[in-house]
């Protein structure tokens, strides 16, 4: 190649990584350190940096999972020095730079045409797609802070430097990607492993471990034993996604599309990269299949723990590419024509489509995939001229629909980033479900000049990115309240380290704020699968502000407390009991009584009550709050003083509820 062609080759491919990074930012805004779980993230970093302040909160209770990961110091350190709003920022674009470097890695080395590589980058830059069996929580490429968001493309960047025989660094960060999200990195390594290894040792491994498994469960081995009733009732009915869900609610249409690509891609692929797609679908399908036994019949604790569905993100990566083969080798061959009338028809059947395309590799494997292509080849000889009439027919049944889905998908994005017409902005900027990246990809693998494509580029990633930060200005001032110079909200009587209930739908004011424990919230449950302990107290937390939203007097009875607990749960639909979703009030502000706020300050647990409103009760007086017009400060330690000794207990409706549970 000559240098000219090969400086040509250089500014194409820097041109598409431009047009990606511009197209990531444009479809996933910045949008603030506590979205999704970015907040729990953000907590944890508010406990690295000060964890005396945090120490009583629930969360940190009786241990949390960030133990098992190096994210939080490293978190936490850049935090403490440019602050963690801007640490927030830096996170996430990190996140996506190293996301697009990934795809690129990997696309060169899995696809040969220069035109399918530019759509895969693309298309990788621009899709979020899920990968947790319920489709509900889940997805690649995330625009907020949280371990998920370095150790995707860290795993994804170990792959593909795998692939290219760069053996020892692929493992260096595969092992990178592990020590920051353990349950998401395992995954890479694992397959970075058995690629070195033959067909029989892989499966000989597998045999092993599998014994290895039995063999401590059955020595009575803690963690391989099933999870107690009353703590997997729980967390089955309070997560979507640590358990796969009831029989019937797993995405098994989803999750067979995207192994049916990867073993597709394997059939038209060369032998390095069959060998990934068949490693990456049979570690996918592993995983799910494994998730599927332990939630149906056997919930071993740390299986459970582990969720091995998450093996499902190296499925769904390698698939974007495995479509990108696939539709390479088609465009390539002399049935094209029938090729885009089935990916039509697979369109239009969408809900069948992973059942279509996992029979038809079947078929293809078996004694029948000699007759079914001689009956391909006399359908095509019989009905060859029809297929044009066939294609637009099915074009014309299927474009007024996808017209409308542009538009949709142009009116998701930003505001300050729409070109006024959504129908363009969904098929250039938001992707247009592919057709977009592809139209992209055509272009930039045309002849116009390099300089145009670069310049045409770095002018979108220029814009793209001043646009990329889509919070509020008074979002923004709140996520910096933290490091003004004013003394913190309430100084002088709240201190770091005591526990504070704000009733409202934002915990974060009390962790961000206030800068000390929350008493709790459905936040605090994320992460109960890891602890038992932690669980129970939620419950008994959640049922005891339960009540306190509806108490009209006080003190209040154990009777008292039974009808009230029902009358809210008639009321709201939360069960609050094993069989309940402690997740469900997420977004419902918790409003005290008088009376209900002197029952929660019962428990010692508690320190402070700040109101939006006078809490009239007749016992208890508010704390003056200086220049903090509309709030009121309650302390429950101030009431809890005056009351007899046996009164301070607090009433364990969770504790009584676990232990009739286990008899």
Known sequence: MSSAAHRSDQGRAWSVLMLAAALWCINH????????????????????????????????????????????????????????????????????????????????????????????????????????????????????????????????????LAMRQRFRTAVALAIASCAIHPLLGIWPLLMIIAQRMSDRMV?????????MIAGLHLSGFGALQRLDPAWESIIRHSSIDIFVG?????????????????????????ETGRRWYRLGAAIGAAGFLMAQLASYLYPAVLIIQTQPWRAMWVVVFLGIFALAAILGSAWRGRHRIWWTIGGLLLVIASDWLGYVLFASWVVFQSPLQAPVAALGRRIDALAGSLAWLLLLGLLLAVVPGYVQDLVILGNGLAQNVQSGFPALDGLLLAGGFGVGALLWAWLLTSGL?????????????????????????KYRAWEHLRDSSPPPMFAGAIRPGDV????????????????TANYGSSDQVI??????????????????LAVASLAESWPVSAAEESLLLDRYRRLTGEALDQTGNLHQSYKRPVT???????????????????????????????????????????????FRAVLPAPTVMPRQNAGNLEKGANR
């Not at 009831?246 to 067979?256: D, K, V």
């Open 29 to 160: 805004a910045y949008v603030g350190m506590v979205e999704h779980d970015a907040r729990v993230y953000s907590l944890l970093v508010w406990h690295w940096l000060s964890p005396e302040a945090y120490a009583r909160d629930p969360f940190f209770l009786f241990g949390s999972q960030d133990r098992y990961s190096v994210f939080t110091p490293l978190y936490g350190s850049l935090a403490a020095a440019v602050g963690l709003p801007n640490a927030a920022l830096a996170v996430s674009a990190l996140g996506g730079g190293l996301w697009v470097a990934a795809a690129a890695v990997v696309a060169r080395s899995l696809i040969d045409d220069r035109r399918w590589q530019a759509f895969a980058v693309l298309l990788c830059a621009i899709a979020s797609f899920n990968y947790s069996p319920n489709g509900n929580t889940f997805v690649l490429n995330e625009a907020f802070p949280t371990a998920r968001s370095i150790a995707f493309p860290l795993g994804a960047l170990a792959l593909g």
């Open 592 to 638: 005290l009584t008088g009376p209900g706020m002197l029952y929660a300050c019962e428990d010692p647990a508690l320190d402070w009550v700040v109101s939006d409103r006078a809490l009239s009760q007749n016992t208890l007086p508010p704390v003056s709050a200086t220049g903090q017009s509309g709030l009121w400060l309650y302390s429950c330690g101030a």
């Open 527 to 544: 992460g109960s699968v890891f602890s038992r302990e932690k669980t129970f107290e939620m419950l008994r937390r959640r049922q005891r």
């Open 246 to 270: 009831p029989p019937g609610t797993a995405r098994i249409n989803a999750t067979l599309a995207w192994l049916s690509l990867l073993l597709w891609a394997a059939h038209f692929s060369a």
């Open 449 to 473: 000049p390099v300089r145009i494509l670069l310049a045409g580029s770095a002018l979108l990633l220029v814009f793209a990115g001043l646009h990329w930060d889509q919070r509020l200005e």
């Open 500 to 515: 504070v209930l704000w009733p409202g739908p934002m915990p974060q004011r009390v962790w961000h704020e206030l800068g």
């Open 203 to 211: 499966l000989t491994a597998g045999a092993v471990a599998l014994l």
